[in-house]
């Protein structure tokens, strides 16, 4: 036996395609490629002004130190009242535990709720990292898989069929990446009967809450009653609604006993998120709504050009999305000859075209292609003028 050898654990993780084709593009640029890159999954606009002079002031004022593990009780009032203002949802300042990033809050989740054997309800396509922390926490993710034809919306009969008496949990995320899909008042219904029908917890990722389009409505699923909010751990953050991803503030509402766990188990891996982030997270909840309803504007703007673009390519079928800032197309129609799959399709844009787009199999999506349109609409037109080209060069 090896006495250097690493963890089964370690083995088990797999690197993230998003980061990889991210740092491959950025490569790229670094040479002196002009490359559009589609595979962000973060808004380009700059942090509001107020959040930076919050931290800022908050650095000049000493607030340098460590705090609570699970945030400061300033933090954590702006939160709770954040979630009644604009989710109507009621919590107490115990009930939330504030982290570093979202991704940091599911994984304190996952941690305190499953066992081995423990299954959790992915909804496909979904969010990579969801199955990645379900598995290192020791549990398995159990698929369900929606398409296109549905809006990437589960049917009441799809969800209660991947229920077993293993099941633990149901990861919920609307509006979502990959598919911008955005589910409506009778599926949250749905989800929540069969939770409490056979006693398991809801995660409700809603970090993509305030983007969304058109005539769709982004309800927290812990809104619909106080039986469904006892087994809801609601997840958000300042990430993508204010343009914060370097901040790394994201936080959990959770059932008393959950928060503790999560707090006590952020007690000895983390500490605190960074003092003076929280500061700036506070002016982020109280930043006046037109800032937000700004940045929204812009996005829906560019969720209605890249899809009118995309539309244009034969052989793509393109969804509208509802929220969020990603358009999934189904290109399986490109797929075909040395291109055997949408990594090598992806792989082929890039080198090609010059265009950084994500492969859908990575979110248990194969066949599509992930595109962010957090990119400024010149890029947008350039970079779909670019995919058009390639792929239409193929077929010549
Ligand atoms: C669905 C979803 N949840 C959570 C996160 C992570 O957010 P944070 O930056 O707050 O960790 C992301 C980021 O890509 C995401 O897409």
Redesign the pocket.
């Known amino acids: 036996m090896n006495t250097l050898s690493l963890s089964a654990r370690a083995g088990l993780l797999k690197p993230s395609p998003t980061l990889g084709i991210t740092a491959k593009a950025n490569a790229m640029k670094a040479e002196g490629i002009d490359v559009v890159s589609f595979a962000a ?2 808004p380009d606009f700059n942090t509001p002004e107020a959040v930076n002079e919050a931290a800022i002031a908050a650095i000049r004022a000493g607030f340098t130190k460590y705090t609570p593990s699970a945030g400061t009780p300033d933090l954590k009032k702006s939160i709770v009242a954040k979630l009644e203002r604009d989710n109507g949802l009621k919590y107490t300042p115990e009930q939330i535990v504030v982290s570093c ?4 809050s ?1 994984y304190n989740t996952m941690q305190v709720l499953l066992d081995p054997g423990d299954e959790v309800i992915l909804i496909a396509p979904y ?1 990579m ?1 969801y199955a990645e922390q379900v598995i290192l926490a020791g549990g398995v993710p159990r698929v369900v898989h929606t398409t296109l034809e549905s809006g990437f919306v589960p049917t009441y009969d799809q969800l209660r069929e991947a229920v077993t008496p293993r099941t633990k949990a149901i990861i919920v ?1 609307s509006p ?2 990959p598919t911008g899909a955005v589910f409506g008042h009778q599926t949250l219904k749905e989800i929540a009967t069969l939770a409490l029908r056979h006693g398991f917890w809801i995660v409700s ?1 809603e ?2 809450e305030r983007l969304v389009y058109g005539d769709a409505k982004q309800e927290s699923i812990a809104s619909l009653g106080a039986e469904v909010s006892e087994r809801t751990i609601t ?1 958000n ?4 609604s204010y343009a914060m ?1 370097g901040w ?3 936080f959990a509402a959770a059932p008393v006993p959950v928060a503790k766990a999560m707090s006590n188990f952020q007690d000895q891996v983390t500490s605190n998120p960074t003092s003076f982030a929280q500061k700036g997270a506070i002016a982020a909840f109280n930043l006046p709504p037109d800032e937000v309803e700004a940045m929204r504007q812009e996005f829906e703007a560019r969720r209605n050009l890249v899809v009118s673009l995309l539309r244009q390519i034969p052989g793509l079928r393109v969804p509208e999305p509802k929220g ?1 800032f990603y358009v999934l197309p189904d290109a399986s129609a490109h797929i075909t000859g040395d291109l055997k799959t949408d990594i090598d399709l992806a792989d082929y844009l890039l080198q090609e075209a010059k265009v950084a787009t994500i492969p859908g199999s990575v979110f248990e999506g194969p066949g599509h292609l992930r595109l962010s349109y957090a990119a400024s609409r010149a890029d947008i037109e350039k970079g779909v003028a670019r995919i058009a080209e390639a792929l239409a060069r193929r077929n010549a």
Do not use: L, M, Q
């Open positions: 999954g973060e990033g979202a991704k940091h599911v969010w990292t995320n979502s990446n990722d970090i993509y997840i953050g300042c990430s993508k991803t790394r503030i994201g969020a």
